[in-house]
């Protein structure tokens, strides 16, 4: 079974600043898909950032990226210049390639990220 | 273009009782999954439905059911409500189960049971 692992219950950081959310994952697959979620207190899952695991290059969205450590089993998340909006929930999730997605997602307990004015 | 939509937003049962979540999947998107949010965690995989078929299913236990219409909407069932089963029901739709094709997710159905 995989798990997923976000060790920052809590963060916060001034507006404009940059912040990194963390997160490791466990699986013996070697193909799979890596997800960064955003869940505002709207409470709708929005994606942020998608990865796959044979891509050696790091993702990115605008100002959101990720750093990607296959071999660490780690999958951060990178905001720049962040904003006001950016306030919310940070979920990591894991998909495995293998049975065509039919074990679904398995998400981390998240991170709540604040942004101060 | 529509979202994934779900009805109720909110409701309130009692321990014992049973209940039916309705979700509508993104025009043209034919996989609907369910995921279980207990208040300060992730959510968690209940079911996948494709093409009306169940393709995957969570550690959930067998009060929990669904089924998907030839529309592909989707019904989730709990019977016999415990007080554990409260917690935000989200339903999510893609094309198609293929892994690491993009999840988009619904607002949720607030389930408070009492």
């Known amino acids: 079974a995989q798990t997923v692992t976000q060790s920052q219950p809590e963060m916060s950081v001034q507006e404009a600043e940059t912040v990194t959310l963390s997160c490791t994952y466990d699986t013996s697959e070697n193909n799979y898909y890596l997800f960064w979620y955003k869940q505002p207190p709207s409470r709708q899952m929005i994606l942020v950032i998608r990865?796959?695991?044979?891509?050696?290059q790091n993702a990115t969205e605008n100002r959101f990226s990720v750093n990607f450590q296959k071999a660490a089993k780690s999958f951060s998340l990178k905001i720049s210049d962040s904003q006001l909006g950016d306030t919310a929930m940070y979920f990591c999730a894991f998909m495995t390639d293998s049975g065509g997605g039919a074990d679904g997602l398995t998400f981390g307990k998240g991170t709540h990220l604040i942004i101060q004015p | 273009d529509a979202g994934v939509t779900q009805s109720p937003t909110h409701l309130i049962k009692t321990r014992g009782q049973h209940v039916t979540l309705r979700c509508s999947p993104i025009s043209g998107h034919k996989s609907v999954s369910w995921y279980q949010q207990v208040l300060g965690q992730g959510p968690q995989f209940i079911f996948q439905y494709y093409e009306k078929e169940e393709r995957g299913r969570g550690n959930f236990p067998d009060r929990f059911s669904a089924r998907q219409f030839p529309n592909y909407s989707s019904e989730l069932n709990v019977n016999a409500l415990l007080l554990g089963d409260s917690a935000l029901y989200l339903c999510a739709s893609s094309s198609d189960p293929t892994s690491g094709n993009t999840i988009y997710f619904g607002e949720g159905s607030w389930l408070t049971v009492v």
């Open positions: 990865q796959e695991a044979y891509k050696q």
